[in-house]
């Protein structure tokens, strides 16, 4: 396995595939694209040429910052690619904290996937007494 990392990567057919290689059901095209190009950082994983994993982070960048769509195919989850993600998007959070110290950084879980970004230092919002989390379909 020979990895590599493309910064700010807005390729809108690997976005897609990778949605739907979680299982997430990929958007339209169209929908994809104008989200790719709202994304103020994100950063693609590739074994040689194929992607495997992206993440993104979508916000204000000064107030709120929010980890998104942290995804890995499924045959190369548990070798640490998502850590890999993880770590760099965190070090790109560490340094638009040096702006506001107080910048809040969230995510949404994927069901099932809460430990994994416990070991990041996250909490569930229940358990900061902020309340849950919630969502408008």
């Not at 103020?40 to 992206?54: A, L, Q, R, T």
């Not at 998104?68 to 070798?79: C, G, H, K, L, T």
Request: charged share 25%.
């Amino acid at each position: 396995m020979k990895i590599n990392i493309k910064e700010n990567n807005k390729n809108v057919s690997e976005f897609n595939l990778l949605y739907d290689l979680v299982g997430w059901k990929a958007y339209d095209e169209r929908i994809s694209k104008i989200a790719l190009d709202h994304t103020f950082y994100s950063v693609s994983v590739y074994d040689e040429d194929k992607i495997i994993g992206y993440g993104r982070l979508i916000g204000d960048t000064i107030c709120f910052i929010y980890i998104q769509d942290v995804m890995v195919r499924p045959e190369y989850q548990s070798q640490k690619i998502g850590t890999l993600i993880m770590n760099t998007l965190l070090a790109k959070i560490k340094v638009l904290k040096k702006d506001n110290p107080s910048l809040r950084v969230y995510l949404g879980a994927s069901k099932g996937k809460e430990k994994f970004y416990e070991k990041f230092g996250f909490i569930r919002r229940i358990d900061a007494n902020l309340g849950y989390g919630m969502i408008l379909y």
